[in-house]
């Protein structure tokens, strides 16, 4: 299967500042996609996007799939944008494999 | 529309103890699969599960088992428990058995003391 690396480990950020969250992973995949954990656990998908670019509001999203990244983009930063960002991709069926997952803090 | 559901939230078993899991997938949605979230790590993959049959399994003893209802929905079992299998139990489910996106419930929470 597919390894997922994600960096930073760990950001803290003050209100309103942008940031830029990468994940490499070691092969091919079809399926790519961006998820942000609420502090109660729940996973919220925030972007499909196994290539190109996409936005939605303050989130955009860019993968790369010829170097094997993607990368998240948070602007204006918010609060309420704390949590864990996950990337996960795959390259056969449904099976998911996470990256270890980006911790942001964003102080107000 | 009703999202993913799972039953229930929260769970304390004790070890050697047995445990179901439950799940609903979004309506219209076929396939269903399992992931284990342990503190601080990000989800793994236990099983997938498609117009009933099981399409995939991760790298998880055989104590952990599942099935899918002609309903769609889905139970996970497992047996013997663990303290190390105390974890957020999540399910996701998609429409197809390799999808665009798949769209996660809000797990179940289980403590094994």
């Known amino acids: 299967g597919i390894q997922v690396e994600q960096s930073p480990p760990d950001l803290i950020l003050q209100e309103g500042a942008n940031s830029t969250l990468r994940c490499n992973f070691s092969?091919?995949?079809?399926?790519l996609q961006w998820f942000h954990q609420n502090p109660w656990g729940q996973l919220i998908n925030l972007f499909y996007?196994?290539?190109g670019t996409k936005q939605n509001g303050r989130l955009s999203a860019t993968t790369v799939a010829t170097e094997r990244y993607s990368l998240l983009y948070i602007s204006s930063s918010q609060t309420t944008d704390s949590g864990v960002y996950f990337c996960?991709?795959?390259?056969?069926?449904?099976?998911?494999?996470f990256g270890g997952g980006t911790r942001l803090m964003v102080k107000p | 529309d009703a999202g993913v559901t799972q039953s229930p939230t929260h769970l304390i078993k004790t070890r050697g103890q047995h445990v179901t899991l439950r799940c609903s997938p979004i309506?219209?949605?076929?396939?269903v699969s399992w992931y284990q979230q342990v503190l601080g790590q990000g989800p793994q993959f236990i099983f997938q599960?498609?117009?009933?049959?099981?399409?995939g399994r991760g790298n998880f003893p055989d104590r952990f088992s599942a099935r899918q209802f002609p309903n769609y929905s889905s139970e996970l079992n497992v047996n013997a428990l663990l303290l190390g299998d105390s974890a957020l139990y999540l399910c996701?489910?998609?429409?197809?058995?390799?999808?665009?996106?798949?769209?996660f419930g809000p797990g179940t929470r289980l403590t094994v003391t």
């Open positions: 599960y498609y117009e009933k049959e099981e399409r």
């Open positions: 996701a489910s998609s429409p197809g058995p390799s999808s665009r996106g798949q769209y």
């Open positions: 996007i196994p290539s």
């Open positions: 996960a991709g795959n390259n056969a069926g449904n099976m998911l494999t």
């Open positions: 092969d091919s995949v079809n399926n």
């Open positions: 309506s219209g949605h076929k396939s």
